[in-house]
């Protein structure tokens, strides 16, 4: 449902993203990887049109988001934009919650501003997102007053408020504290049986090889080699998919 | 189309500003354009009044009579010429001057109190018409307005504290005067600049009273004053033993009514009135209530 | 002190001041109703990507914080009628001048708390398909405001004492209501007065201040 050809960025003269291509299937719960700088948020960011791309195309059921033409990148219409851009939903390394609103202010803010929003039904369904990810207690909180992994599943359930059809996450669990990780990959791990789309920036190795059906190892800017965890993570074909996973066993 | 239209309110005060910076810094010059000089001139007494400039038939006369008044200019903190009283009303010896003027022509009398710094600025750009306080006729007023004759001496006196050992003008040698900032006493000052190189330090106060308060402090050796305004603060301040005057002086002025350069029917006209009330005791009437003693001239 | 032994002085003293401090909070009052949201248009221009814009906004804070507000004050006065040809209000020539001076510093403190907002907020508003709009005033503008208020309390205060220029064009404020009293009566009792009333408008503002503060303490 989601393709993503030749992206293509250049930080400057820093040519991060040298030719990225991404297929996601509905279902599908893909692990992307790789050593610091090697472009992988980057290319999580430019999926979400946060960074401006230098080349590529990104498309959702064969309808383009961007695409280059002619040496430009040319997008369609605002409201088109806006409307394909609400499939996808993104969860941030730092949570980004916004500290002046409550955590149901939260949840509830971008629902709210849609034509027709019914404020009731939207309540009650954030109601139920905070139930799922297990903070029902803390509707009336503000992020301020919560751990680390407890605003990590907040940004989750602000996501999914929003009912994305793919929930992108960028290194969820590398701004906690080693013992608050489990609770936000325990979400995750839950969402993913409940089969939504998930492409998944991190450095959770043991996350990538129980949930995720492919692995995407990217270095330097490409993507190195792709497959299923047990081929990419046990059993690497390319010498730098090795150093990285001999580094990561040797620490 | 909004934010647009804002920049470019915001664009034209920017340059609005940029553009008028230079005409408000040189102090007018349309006002100072050369009146021309008619021998038709209404006669005048006074050799002051024969220097100026005079225009038989200019229409300020006849712009304040379609008014119905006109507007006096004066600084509210100048007792006793013109100040605010008790209960907040404009009062002094020249404003009840002005009235009876005013009320001899058929005329509204305004007040606008002004900053006496920006006095010849208030009457140019219109605001005021005459200015009326205690004036001093000099040739650096000159230059702003054109006067009427003199209705009043002033001298400009020095004031020492009553033990101090200054007798005479040569006895500030070596001493710190004060004067206030733009007033006579410090273009009197001025004038004799061997006198003002003697002196150890010549401080410009904002007002007279911080002169005087310097004075008792000691900060101070000497305060040039008008006499007017000295007395009158030192029998405010009930401290005649505090003070004393010398009998130096540092020069006999005279007071007359500021206005506007090329105004000179409206000139004439305040004037003819001035005169008729000196001539009928009405003048003599009011510097008695002020000052308890006829001190007008002219007439 | 004598002065003090005359109740009806001292009756007419305070009546003289109270009506001055009123001249002094119409002039803050005014300053700041305006002021606040012309800061805020400058500061958008100073942001905009429309080189023209901030170009202009640059000008318009390089002109209002390089010059002394007591000269824009007798430029608006004695030099816009002169090169305009038009008269101009005492009152509205000082408010006019206040104004635009306070705006210049005001657009100078949105943009040091809108500048002090993380990327992060406004790519969480992005993701969340929020508008420009929106992101401004639903999520930007409530945090800008924690920011800047001990910044824009100080510039608050400033201005009561500030309105005192406004004696250079004969407006009866606080000061210049004293400063009469001052020449008429021959003491300098008025000084401390004026002194008392400012005191207890400034500290009733720092007061006001405090609370506002205390309402958005809420977060961090």
């Known amino acids: 449902m989601l393709k993503a050809t030749n992206i293509r960025k250049k930080f400057g003269k820093l040519e991060v993203l040298k030719g990225v291509d991404l297929e996601v299937n509905k279902g599908d719960v893909i692990a992307i990887i790789g050593p610091s700088g090697s472009g992988k948020s980057t290319f999580l960011r430019c999926v979400n049109l946060l960074e401006s791309v230098d080349g590529g195309c990104l498309e959702i059921d064969g309808e383009y988001l961007f695409r280059?033409?002619?040496?430009?990148?040319?997008?369609?219409?605002?409201?088109?934009?806006?409307?394909?851009?609400?499939?996808?939903?993104?969860?941030?390394?730092?949570?980004?919650?916004?500290?002046?609103?409550?955590?149901?202010?939260?949840?509830?803010?971008?629902p709210l501003q849609e034509q027709n929003a019914d404020r009731d039904a939207i309540e009650h369904s954030c109601r139920e997102l905070l139930r799922k990810v297990g903070l029902s207690e803390k509707e009336k909180s503000y992020p301020c007053e919560l751990s680390g992994g407890q605003q990590q599943r907040v940004a989750i359930a602000?996501?999914?408020?929003?009912?994305?059809?793919?929930?992108?996450?960028?290194?969820?669990?590398?701004?906690?504290?080693?013992?608050?990780?489990?609770?936000?990959?325990?979400?995750?791990?839950?969402?993913?049986?409940?089969?939504?789309?998930?492409?998944?920036?991190?450095?959770?190795?043991?996350?990538?090889g129980e949930v995720a059906n492919e692995v995407v190892f990217m270095d330097g800017g490409v993507v190195v080699e792709r497959g299923t965890p047990s081929q990419v993570l046990r059993n690497p074909s390319q010498q730098r998919t090795r150093d990285f996973m001999s580094k990561l066993l040797t620490v | 189309m909004k934010k647009i239209l804002a920049a470019l309110m915001a664009a034209a005060l920017v340059f609005g500003f940029a553009a008028c910076a230079a005409p408000a810094a040189s102090n007018s010059p349309s006002a100072s354009e050369a009146p021309s000089v008619s021998e038709e001139a209404s006669p005048s007494e006074s050799a002051e009044a024969a220097e100026q400039p005079s225009e038989s038939a200019d229409a300020s006369w006849q712009a304040i009579k379609d008014k119905g008044s006109f507007t006096l200019g004066f600084d509210q903190a100048f007792p006793p010429m013109g100040f605010k009283d008790d209960n907040g009303e404009y009062v002094g010896f020249d404003i009840d001057l002005a009235t009876e003027v005013a009320s001899r022509l058929g005329l509204e009398l305004k007040l606008q109190p002004v900053d006496w710094d920006a006095k010849a600025m208030e009457l140019s750009s219109g605001s005021i018409d005459v200015i009326w306080n205690g004036l001093t006729i000099n040739d650096d007023n000159k230059k702003d307005m054109l006067f009427s004759d003199p209705y009043m001496n002033n001298r400009q006196i020095i004031v020492v504290a009553a033990d101090s050992?200054?007798?005479?003008?040569?006895?500030?040698?070596?001493?710190?005067?004060?004067?206030?900032?733009?007033?006579?006493?410090?273009?009197?000052?001025?004038?004799?600049?061997?006198?003002?190189?003697?002196?150890?330090?010549l401080v410009q106060a904002p007002d007279y009273v911080e002169a005087f308060m310097e004075l008792k402090q000691g900060t101070v050796d000497a305060v040039v004053v008008d006499e007017i305004f000295g007395k009158y603060h030192i029998a405010q301040e009930k401290a005649a033993d505090t003070y004393r005057i010398l009998d130096d002086n540092f020069g006999e002025e005279q007071y007359g009514i500021g206005f506007r350069l090329g105004e000179q029917a409206f000139r004439d006209k305040i004037q003819e009135t001035l005169n008729a009330m000196i001539a009928d005791g009405k003048a003599a009437e009011i510097s008695k209530k002020w000052f308890g003693d006829n001190i007008v001239i002219g007439g | 002190m004598e002065f003090f032994q005359d109740f009806s002085k001292l009756g007419s003293l305070l009546s003289q001041m109270l009506g001055g401090s009123l001249v002094t909070l119409e002039i803050w009052a005014l300053t700041l109703v305006f002021a606040l949201p012309l800061g805020l248009l400058i500061c958008m221009m100073r942001l905009s990507k429309s080189r023209i814009l901030s170009g202009l906004s640059k000008a318009y804070i390089f002109y209002f914080r390089?010059?002394?507000?007591?000269?824009?004050?007798?430029?608006?006065?004695?030099?816009?009628?002169?090169?305009?040809?038009?008269?101009?209000?005492?009152?509205?020539?000082?408010?006019l001048a206040f104004l635009l001076n306070y705006a210049a510093y005001f657009s100078e403190i949105y943009r040091g708390g809108i500048q002090s907002i993380p990327k992060g907020q406004y790519e969480a508003a992005h993701v969340l398909g929020l508008s420009g709009k929106v992101t401004f005033t639903k999520i930007i503008l409530p945090q800008v405001v924690k920011r800047i208020l001990p910044p824009m309390g100080n510039e608050i205060i400033t201005?009561?004492?500030?309105?005192?220029?406004?004696?250079?064009?004969?407006?009866?404020?606080?000061?210049?209501?004293?400063?009469?009293?001052?020449?008429?009566?021959?003491?300098?009792?008025?000084?401390?007065?004026?002194?008392?009333?400012?005191?207890?408008?400034?500290?009733?503002?720092?007061?006001?201040?405090?609370v506002v503060e205390r309402k958005f303490a809420y977060y961090r």
Request: glycine share 6%.
């Open chain 3, 66 to 95: 390089g010059t002394p507000l007591m000269l824009q004050l007798l430029f608006m006065f004695f030099g816009v009628p002169l090169v305009l040809g038009l008269k101009i209000d005492r009152m509205f020539a000082a408010v």
């Open chain 2, 165 to 201: 050992d200054i007798q005479s003008i040569a006895d500030l040698a070596g001493k710190v005067v004060a004067a206030q900032i733009d007033s006579s006493g410090l273009a009197a000052i001025e004038a004799q600049p061997d006198v003002m190189a003697t002196f150890a330090q």
């Open chain 1, 68 to 110: 280059e033409q002619g040496g430009r990148i040319i997008f369609p219409e605002p409201d088109k934009k806006r409307a394909l851009r609400k499939r996808l939903g993104m969860v941030f390394q730092d949570f980004n919650l916004f500290p002046h609103l409550s955590v149901m202010q939260n949840l509830t803010l971008a």
């Open chain 1, 158 to 208: 602000r996501a999914l408020a929003l009912k994305p059809e793919i929930l992108c996450f960028d290194e969820p669990t590398s701004a906690l504290d080693p013992e608050l990780t489990g609770e936000v990959l325990a979400v995750m791990k839950q969402l993913a049986s409940e089969h939504m789309t998930m492409v998944v920036v991190t450095h959770e190795m043991g996350f990538a």
């Open chain 3, 159 to 210: 201005l009561v004492k500030d309105t005192a220029l406004v004696y250079a064009i004969a407006i009866n404020e606080l000061l210049m209501e004293a400063k009469i009293v001052v020449m008429r009566e021959s003491t300098i009792v008025p000084f401390v007065a004026a002194a008392v009333f400012y005191l207890i408008m400034t500290g009733l503002l720092t007061k006001l201040l405090n």
